[in-house]
Nanobody, 128 residues
Framework: QVHMAESGGGLVQAGGSVRLSCAVS????????MAWFRQAPDKDHEFVAA????????SYGDSVNGRFTISRDIAMNTMYLQMGNLKPEDTAVYYC?????????????????????WGRGTQVTVSS
């Protein structure tokens, strides 16, 4: 059984920074990948970023590219999302997700359906 727990959300001013963490317990993800998604009020889930567990290859959504950085600490079984130059439109619940199987194509990490495991989410609110 995989357990995932996000932390690090909160209230931040526009232009500020925050780092989210996602701690994972359970099987190893040597052949898998992890990602961050977000959901703003009354909107669908949006792909934010993904990272392959073994090589650390990354992919970013267009709205965050250049402002957010995804990383992972294999020894700690933890994934991070460093968020910078935050904007009010970044306000959302942020979810971490994981899959044990990575196909080898970063494009396959964008759909929600790729992931078998999800955290409960952490709220990030950006004030203007």
């Amino acid at each position: 059984q995989v357990h995932m727990a996000e932390s690090g959300g909160g209230l931040v001013q526009a232009g500020g920074s925050v780092r989210l963490s996602c701690a994972v317990s359970g099987p190893t993800f040597n052949n898998g990948a992890m990602a961050w998604f977000r959901q703003a009020p009354d909107k669908d889930h949006e792909f934010v970023a993904a990272i392959t567990w073994s090589l650390g290859d990354t992919s970013y959504g267009d709205s965050v590219n250049g402002r957010f950085t995804i990383s992972r600490d294999i020894a700690m079984n933890t994934m991070y999302l460093q968020m910078g130059n935050l904007k009010p439109e970044d306000t959302a619940v942020y979810y971490c997700a994981a899959t044990l199987r990575y196909s080898g194509s970063l494009w396959t990490l964008r759909p929600l359906s790729t992931y078998e495991f999800w955290g409960r989410g952490t709220q990030v609110t950006v004030s203007s």
